[in-house]
């Protein structure tokens, strides 16, 4: 089987650039012909991508021909965020005119398909997967990477994980297992996905994969950043139920509030106890790279992450 070139749209992105990055490292690019960043732009490179003789940037007009600036690639990477659904969709009606064997839609998050609730940004992600499988399947194979939280983003005020005025509010059980994952390992874990594509064809991809870089309670890390110089933290709990009433009230978007009481219910719990890891599938031993772990974030972070970031909570 030649090997595949891969598409990333979104790839210089907050965390496109991870996966751009891990696509390009050692460990997976001898599995690969070339990584293709699709851009609206005409240009060559990106301060947020390593140079690499694989790597090259491609210019796309117009929807019109997207279909041709990917009718040599094998696996496509949607990693637009939240604000590009159109063009989400652009790109999804262009794939069955080309040779797409593997799609990787822009999940990467919670798996909100357990929710009972709705949200504005996952119902719209719903819907795309929806449309997807209208579009796509049995063609293309269709593989849905969920991370939990992104750890680097996740241990501050809007969680209700306050360092700088050592206050931890957990919604729900302090003691309930919550799933971070370094934005880095994502990137790894999408890499290591098409590497078992390249190695083992579409079969052998599954629908969804849930991993996890750390998973562990809110008065845990709380125990993590006092003990790397965070101070004193104090950790209190507020009740689930009148929590989640609230906060769904009011069909939003912002996920931080719905976030929240999901840590509390458990569904961010990506451990073989909770939704399930998957992390030996893309990461088998943990003999290709080390998964970051909190208490790596803690020290890199003299346990008070986010500390100089004004928050009003709302």
């Given at each position: ?19 751009t ?69 652009t ?11 593997l799609y ?40 849905r ?37 370094g ?18 064809g ?113």
């Amino acid at each position: 089987m030649p090997k595949p070139t891969i598409a990333i749209a979104g790839g210089t992105g907050h965390l496109g650039k991870h996966i751009t990055t891990a696509l390009l490292s050692k460990p997976f690019i001898p599995s690969f012909a070339s990584i293709v960043l699709l851009t609206r732009q005409d240009v060559e490179s990106s301060p947020e991508i390593p140079p690499s003789p694989h790597l090259q940037f491609r210019n796309y007009n117009s929807a019109t021909d997207l279909a041709h600036a990917l009718s040599d690639i094998d696996i496509l990477i949607n990693a637009i965020g939240s604000s590009g659904h159109s063009f989400k969709e652009t790109l999804l009606r262009a794939i069955p005119e080309t040779n797409i064997q593997l799609y990787l839609p822009s999940e990467f998050g919670v798996n909100h398909y357990i929710h009972d609730f709705p949200h504005l940004e996952w119902d719209a992600k719903k819907r795309h997967d929806s449309l997807s499988r209208e579009l796509l399947h049995p063609k293309v194979k269709i593989c849905r990477v969920f991370c939990g939280l992104f750890m680097e983003d996740s241990i501050g005020p809007w969680f209700g994980l306050d360092t700088r005025d050592g206050r931890y509010e957990s919604v729900g059980s302090s003691g309930e297992g919550v799933s971070f994952t370094g934005l880095g390992d994502v990137g790894r874990a999408v890499a290591g996905i098409c590497r078992l594509f390249a190695e083992r064809g579409a079969g052998e991809v599954p629908d969804k994969v849930h991993v996890a870089g750390d998973t562990r309670c809110i008065s845990e890390v709380a125990k993590l950043m006092e003990r790397e110089g965070g101070g004193p933290i104090e950790v209190t709990e507020v009740a689930l139920g009148e929590y989640k009433k609230r906060a769904t009230e009011v069909v939003g978007s912002d996920p931080a509030a719905y976030l929240r009481f999901l840590m509390g219910e458990g569904k961010i719990n990506h451990s073989p106890a909770g939704l399930g890891c998957d992390n030996e599938l893309v990461n088998p031993g943990g003999g290709v790279w080390k998964w970051k772990s909190l208490e790596e974030l803690a020290r890199e972070t003299q346990g008070r992450p986010w500390k100089d970031f004004e928050w009003q909570s709302r």
